[in-house]
C-alpha cells in the first residue's frame, strides 16, 4: 500500500494530463475484476478506443494482483502496452517497461516516448504483454454497461468496458522555471515603471 501511494503520489507532483478518450468507473461490487493471465502464448488481452486527438503519450488502466491468485506471494511483475491501428493494422508503438510490486491495486500509467501520431477516428487497440514475474492480473471491468464493450479477451471482443484513459501528458514548469519566470516579469515591469517615471519628469 505504501508502494502503490508513492507511485500515485509522484504522477500527481510531476505532471498533468490532457485526457481524450476514458471509461472510468468506482471500482467496488458493482465493478467486477477480470482475471488474465499474461504469459507467453496467451492470445492477446486488452481495449478497443478511437481517439479525437492526433497525438498520444499515455494510457492508464486500472489493474490489481488477485488476492485469490497466491496473495502475498513476493512477486511483483513487468509489462508494456503495445498499440496497433485497428483501421491500418499496424502497430504505433509499445509503452516503456512498468515493474509493479505485490499486491498492486490501482491506475497503472504506461508511457510512450516518443509521442505517437494518431489519425483520429481510427480504432486502436491498446494490447497488454508480459514481460516478467507473476504473470496473472487482473484488469477492472464495468459489467453495467449496455452490451457492446471493449474489451478485448483471448483475441476477442466481450460485452464489458475496461478502465482506461489515454492522451497527452503536459509537462509542469519545474521551481527553477518558475523563479526565471518571475525575475523576467520583474525586471520587465522595473523597466517599463523606470520609463514611465522619466516621461513623468520630462513633462
Do not use: C
Not at 525586471?187 to 517615471?197: D, G, L, T
Amino acid at each position: 500500500m505504501l508502494l502503490q501511494t508513492l507511485y500515485l503520489t509522484a504522477i500527481a507532483q510531476e505532471e498533468s494530463i490532457l485526457v481524450d478518450q476514458s471509461h472510468t468507473f468506482q471500482v467496488n461490487m458493482a465493478s467486477e475484476p477480470t482475471f488474465r493471465n499474461f504469459a507467453a502464448g496467451i492470445p492477446p488481452t486488452g481495449f478497443l478506443f478511437t481517439p479525437t486527438f492526433s497525438s498520444l503519450n499515455f494510457v492508464e488502466s486500472f489493474l490489481s494482483d488477485p488476492q485469490s491468485s497466491e496473495p502475498y506471494d513476493g512477486m511483483g511483475t513487468s509489462f508494456t502496452v503495445s498499440v496497433f491501428d485497428k483501421t491500418l493494422n499496424t502497430k504505433l508503438g509499445t509503452s516503456a517497461l512498468v515493474s509493479l510490486p505485490d499486491f498492486f491495486d490501482s491506475v497503472v500509467r504506461f508511457r510512450f516516448e516518443p509521442t505517437l501520431r494518431l489519425a483520429p477516428g481510427d480504432q486502436l487497440l491498446a494490447e497488454f504483454n508480459f514481460v516478467s514475474g507473476d504473470d496473472t492480473w487482473a484488469i477492472n471491468i464495468d459489467w453495467v454497461e449496455p452490451p457492446g464493450g471493449n474489451l478485448i479477451e483471448a483475441g476477442g471482443l466481450i460485452p464489458a468496458y475496461a478502465w482506461f484513459r489515454e492522451g497527452l501528458i503536459v509537462p509542469e514548469p519545474s521551481s527553477t522555471e518558475l523563479l526565471v519566470m518571475g525575475a523576467i516579469g520583474i525586471v520587465v515591469y522595473a523597466s517599463r515603471y523606470s520609463a514611465k517615471a522619466r516621461f513623468v519628469k520630462t513633462i
